[in-house]
């Protein structure tokens, strides 16, 4: 069988965990992205050179007959240009031209990825059918705990791991999750510089899927980065002797990578702009209170993140502690934001129904010059002052709800006991559950802001992240390199206060953070 002796179970572990939606979702998922890629470029071509605004906005007049008598009836289409003139025009833009140059190479990047997983995951699917013995129609019935049973059982039978006899379920975790348990790690231990204190905001924090995506790539799998492979810390970063040198070495290379960010920020700026208009624009017309809903922060899912535990796993804790952290965090809404959010409700509320009676009298009122967009206006801004008003049966026992959150999300400062009630706790918990507005916003910003955080205030680190990779990393037979953290080895990293007198031997610095 393909499946004996494989070289890279890291890799194929992962997808065997993401597979679990079947081989026919992930390639309709994977070709709707490439789609998706094509239309944003496209669309947003199309847009700038081949619509004439001057039409579109009845600037310009459009005669359709010979009869200037009859009326006039401006259609969409009228508004296109002629294929040969937005030819000419996107030929005119030198910039345009650029970015398109740089979007095919992306695209074509993407495609020849896309082919290389379709093999992987046609792989992957023949391995469910056939050593699993998981048909793909029951597959999203089982549990993960079910098939990786089963993958226990088949290495025994196929000897998939050649470098021991028998699996455990704590092997394919620690496969699967080894750099996520490192990522839990330096946030556990504050490493990473994404907490600041600015003025006025006061203290704050930002991590977002950009600067994640680097941090990844400095650290684990890009050019240069302190693994060898996908299993084994490079040689050099597990002695003592030459530190200085491979902190000098990392932070050189964590500034190329800052500047090479500097370089791709206009693109990385306009991709993000352009994707967040065309994902969230229907969403805000259709439910404009729905950038005042909240999500769990990236900063939150890897703080709560436990140890060896897998997406879908903290996926299902959070989701059930979703709607107590809504309801906690709905307390502490201003009287007097919410007196005038209902005074202003009313104003707007009284000029929409206005304007939508005379509509329902006469649609003609549509045609009147900006209209339709009070409406609209009028329609969001009392839909936005809505939801600050509480529901008038609420009660506020944040304490209670505070208890009913920890159950789920299972970890909390110390200082938070007693004190659900103040403002502080509520903005450090806003920290982990943050406004999707605040989300949307902050990805807009991770361009601009990423390379400074990078080259001013993670190279100062170098040190500091090359002397955790070498006390933290153990050697595990059969498994690899992994975070000694994920060992859950109590002895060593666990507070004192969870055994008796002498009996822990973890430092300050050996101690994971706030219960882990």
């Given amino acids: 069988a393909p499946w004996h002796h494989i070289e890279n179970l890291d890799l194929f572990f992962s997808r065997i965990s993401f597979h679990r939606n079947g081989f026919t979702c992930m390639l309709i998922g994977e070709i709707f992205e490439l789609m998706q890629f094509i239309f944003v470029v496209a669309f947003t071509t199309f847009l700038i050179s081949c619509v004439d605004y001057d039409i579109l906005f009845a600037n310009k007049a459009v005669n359709h007959s010979q009869h200037p008598s009859e009326p006039i009836k401006v259609t969409l289409p009228d508004a296109f240009l002629l294929p040969n003139v937005c030819s000419a025009r996107i030929q005119a833009n030198s910039f345009l031209i650029c970015i398109l140059v740089i979007a095919g190479v992306f695209w074509i990047h993407r495609l020849v990825k896309f082919i290389y997983n379709i093999c992987c995951y046609w792989e992957i699917h023949s391995f469910?059918?056939?050593?699993?013995?998981?048909?793909?129609?029951?597959?999203?019935?089982?549990?993960?705990?079910?098939?990786?049973?089963?993958?226990?059982?088949?290495?025994?039978?196929?000897q998939i791991c050649i470098h021991k006899k028998?699996?455990?379920?704590?092997?394919?975790?620690?496969?699967?999750?080894?750099?996520?348990?490192?990522?839990?790690?330096?946030v556990n231990k504050s490493l990473l510089p994404i907490r600041f204190r600015l003025p006025l905001l006061g203290d704050t924090v930002f991590y977002t899927r950009g600067l994640k995506y680097n941090f990844e790539l400095i650290f684990f799998w890009g050019p240069g980065s302190l693994f060898e492979n996908e299993w084994s810390l490079k040689a050099e970063y597990k002695r003592a002797g030459n530190r200085l040198e491979l902190a000098e070495k990392l932070s050189t290379r964590i500034l190329w990578i800052g500047i090479a960010n500097f370089l791709l920020?206009?693109?990385?700026?306009?991709?993000?702009?352009?994707?967040?208009?065309?994902?969230?624009?229907?969403?805000?017309?259709?439910?404009?209170?729905?950038?005042?809903?909240?999500?769990?922060?990236?900063?939150?899912?890897?703080?709560?993140?436990?140890?060896?535990?897998?997406?879908?796993e903290l996926q299902s804790r959070l989701s059930k502690g979703y709607k107590p952290a809504s309801k906690y965090m709905n307390c502490f809404i201003s009287p007097l934001l919410t007196i005038v959010a209902k005074n202003v409700a009313f104003f707007a509320g009284s000029i929409l129904a206005v304007l939508i009676a005379l509509t329902i009298y006469d649609e003609d009122v549509l045609a009147v010059e900006h209209v339709l967009t009070t409406v609209t206006l009028l329609g969001v801004g009392v839909t936005v002052c809505r939801s600050f008003i509480p529901d008038q049966h609420l009660v506020f026992c944040p304490e209670q709800l505070l208890r009913v959150i920890l159950a789920h999300i299972h970890y909390m400062p110390d200082h938070w006991q007693g004190n659900a009630h103040r403002y502080e706790t509520r903005d450090e918990f806003a920290q982990l559950f943050q406004y999707k507005a605040v989300f949307i916003l902050e990805e807009l910003l991770s361009p601009i802001i990423t390379p400074l955080i990078l080259i001013v205030c993670l190279r100062p680190k170098s040190l500091d992240i090359v002397d955790f990779f070498r006390n933290f990393t153990v050697e595990v037979v059969g498994v690899g390199d992994t975070c000694s953290?994920?060992?859950?080895?109590?002895?060593?990293?666990?507070?004192?206060?969870?055994?008796?007198?002498?009996?822990?031997?973890?430092?300050?610095?050996?101690?994971?953070?706030?219960g882990k």
Avoid at 279 to 285: D, G, H
Wanted: with cysteine; glycine share 4%; charged share 20%.
């Fill in 166 to 186: 028998e699996l455990t379920e704590l092997d394919i975790y620690h496969r699967i999750l080894r750099f996520k348990n490192y990522m839990v790690a330096m």
């Fill in 485 to 514: 953290f994920a060992q859950m080895d109590v002895r060593q990293h666990g507070h004192p206060a969870w055994m008796s007198a002498g009996k822990t031997e973890a430092s300050i610095y050996q101690q994971a953070e706030d």
């Fill in 265 to 312: 920020c206009p693109l990385i700026l306009i991709w993000q702009i352009l994707y967040a208009f065309f994902s969230y624009t229907e969403i805000l017309k259709r439910e404009p209170g729905s950038l005042g809903a909240r999500c769990w922060s990236l900063y939150g899912r890897c703080y709560l993140r436990h140890f060896n535990e897998l997406d879908h």
């Fill in 128 to 158: 469910y059918i056939n050593a699993l013995k998981i048909p793909m129609s029951t597959l999203p019935y089982f549990t993960w705990q079910e098939v990786q049973a089963r993958i226990v059982q088949i290495q025994k039978e196929h």
